[in-house]
């Protein structure tokens, strides 16, 4: 069983920046994606950004492009969300994933994704 474990997460304001982490305890050919989900109160699950391990292909949503960046370290299998200049509408409950790197869903989609983190809060202040 695959275990992703997310940190980084609090309270910021507006305009800061910040690193979530998400740790998975295995990369086999059924965590060969990574991604980024968020939640916001009483809305539903939204995809933010995934990567290839093997790849490096990346891709990010269009309502964060330019402030959220997805990226790796294959030697600590971890993978970081890189969040710049804060919005209090990014506030959300944010879900590291994990997926095979081929999958017959979209890859935004998320039954393309497997294993779920346990989730971390963000709260952005105005």
């Known amino acids: 069983q695959v275990q992703l474990v997310e940190s980084g997460g609090g309270l910021v304001q507006a305009g800061d920046s910040l690193r979530l982490s998400c740790v998975t305890s295995?990369?086999?050919?059924?965590?060969?994606?990574m991604g980024w989900f968020r939640q916001a109160p009483g809305k539903e699950r939204e995809f933010v950004a995934r990567?290839?391990?093997?790849?490096?292909?990346?891709y990010t949503a269009d309502s964060v492009k330019g402030r959220f960046t997805i990226s790796t370290d294959n030697d600590k299998n971890t993978v970081y969300l890189q969040r710049n200049s804060l919005k209090p509408e990014d506030t959300a409950i944010y879900y590291c994933?994990?997926?095979?790197?081929?999958?017959?869903?979209?890859?935004?989609?998320?039954?393309?994704?497997?294993?779920w983190g346990q989730g971390t809060q963000v709260t952005v202040s105005s």
């Open positions: 994933a994990a997926g095979p790197a081929l999958t017959s869903y979209s890859g935004d989609d998320l039954r393309s994704f497997t294993y």
């Open positions: 295995a990369r086999t050919f059924t965590t060969g994606r």
């Open positions: 990567k290839r391990w093997s790849s490096g292909a990346t």
